[in-house]
Nanobody, 118 residues
Framework: QVQLAESGGGSVQAGGSLRLSCAVS????????MGWFRQPAGKGREGVAW??????SYANSVKGRFTISRYNAKNTVDLQMNSLNPEDTAMYYC?????????????WGQGPQVTVSS
């Protein structure tokens, strides 16, 4: 059974940084098809950063500010978020499988809230 458990998140002022971590069980993080999505209040869910291949990919809105990393030993996928702005405020979800690669099973975490104040 695949389980995704996020940690991190919280509130920060504009220009600050936060780090999210997704602890994965039942799925190997190096097998690709893993990533982070976010959903602002009242809006749809969007991809933020993901591993579709060995190299990380990013949404244009976060490129240069966010970094996705994965750690074999801990089987985690982390998202380092720098230079945060109020538009980054959203629920952030760790995902595996279909949300990233378009096929196979779908796995979502519960999602920590990230709030950026101006």
């Amino acid at each position: 059974q695949v389980q995704l458990a996020e940690s991190g998140g919280g509130s920060v002022q504009a220009g600050g940084s936060l780090r999210l971590s997704c602890a994965v069980s039942g799925y190997t993080v190096t097998s690709n098809c893993m990533g982070w999505f976010r959903q602002p209040a009242g809006k749809g869910r969007e991809g933020v950063a993901w591993f579709y291949t060995a190299s990380g990919s990013y949404a244009n809105s976060v490129k240069g500010r966010f970094t996705i990393s994965r750690y074999n030993a801990k089987n985690t996928v982390d998202l380092q978020m720098n230079s945060l702005n109020p538009e980054d405020t959203a629920m952030y979800y760790c995902a595996a499988g279909r949300p990233v690669c378009g096929s196979g099973p779908t796995y979502w975490g519960q999602g920590p809230q990230v709030t950026v104040s101006s």
